[in-house]
């Protein structure tokens, strides 16, 4: 479906819908029962992506189930890119999908929000980085957060990212953990991290939270996933790693990462630390 809503060919989407198709949000429920109805539909998702120049919609599975031999039931996370940065808050929907005449397709399609009215949609990429965060916000401040870093990794700005990292900043990976003590140690590090990113070309760096927890007001410690992208094509595998987050004199920066990314070494082929650094054996 990412593919026929950013090529605009309703042909494709056609193909992977029945009718009649359900689609509920927060605020509208509606059943699609003619051909024209699904085109208008289509139509108009394609024309809010075209509105906000979208060049890449990435859709991550968070969990799927059958709920008989013939139906399956699944939620995914959407996310809206212009050249690598977000353009929109992401959604996450509820699918489900019928076994009709032997081929799957997409019946009924649950939303508590999409992301195209002005009230979600935001301008940029930053996350406010001063104040104190509370405990039921942290999950979203954790967002941007991630958000934020991978934008900076991404487009190698390391003027951005530096100053949301707190020194000495600490990397646990498999094997090691390394104390990053210099800001010359981080900018090693971050250029060996984007240059793996330029090595696979890559276009795409999806951060979404799994699990976060704020401790107080200075604290929050927060579970991600990570999917880094050519296009719709995924160039590395998958992983999840964990950050901690730290309020000091009023700005948030990050002193703990525990990287999950597999074969780190091989996959960027160089360690993360550089020559000197200070590492401490697991």
């Not at 139906?71 to 890119?81: A, M, P, Q």
């Not at 990050?254 to 990314?261: C, H, Y």
């Not at 360690?271 to 054996?281: D, K, Q």
């Amino acid at each position: 479906m990412s593919i026929a809503f950013m090529q605009q060919d309703f042909g494709i989407a056609r193909r992977l819908m029945t009718t009649p198709h359900r689609v509920q949000t927060a605020g509208y429920s509606a059943v699609y029962s003619t051909e024209h109805e699904l085109w208008t539909m289509f139509n108009d998702f394609c024309r809010a992506l075209t509105d906000r120049e979208v060049t890449n919609l990435v859709r991550t599975v968070q969990s799927a189930e059958y709920l008989d031999s013939g139906c399956i039931e699944g939620t995914h996370r959407s996310h809206f890119l212009r050249n690598g940065s977000p353009v929109a808050a992401p959604y996450v929907m509820t699918l489900r999908m019928d076994r009709v005449q032997g081929e799957w397709k997409i019946s009924a399609r649950k939303c508590d929000g999409l992301p195209f009215t002005w009230r979600n949609v935001f301008e940029g990429h930053g996350a406010d980085m001063s104040g104190a965060v509370q405990v039921e916000n942290a999950a979203h401040f954790f967002q941007q957060y991630i958000d934020l870093a991978a934008h900076c990794l991404l487009n190698r700005d390391f003027e951005q990212y530096g100053p949301t990292i707190a020194l000495p900043y600490i990397v646990v990976e498999a094997e090691n953990t390394f104390v990053l003590q210099t800001e010359e140690e981080l900018r090693g590090a971050f250029d060996k991290f984007c240059g793996m990113l330029q090595n696979y070309k890559a276009t795409d760096m999806i951060s979404t939270a799994r699990a976060v927890e704020g401790f107080g007001p200075d604290m929050i410690v927060g579970r991600f996933s990570t999917h880094i992208l050519n296009s719709a094509v995924t160039v590395v595998p998958p992983y999840e790693s964990a950050l901690v987050l730290r309020r000091n004199q009023g700005k948030w920066r990050a002193n703990l990462v525990v990287n999950g990314m597999r074969n780190a070494k091989q996959v960027i082929g160089l360690p993360l630390h550089l020559a000197g650094m200070n590492t401490v054996p697991n």
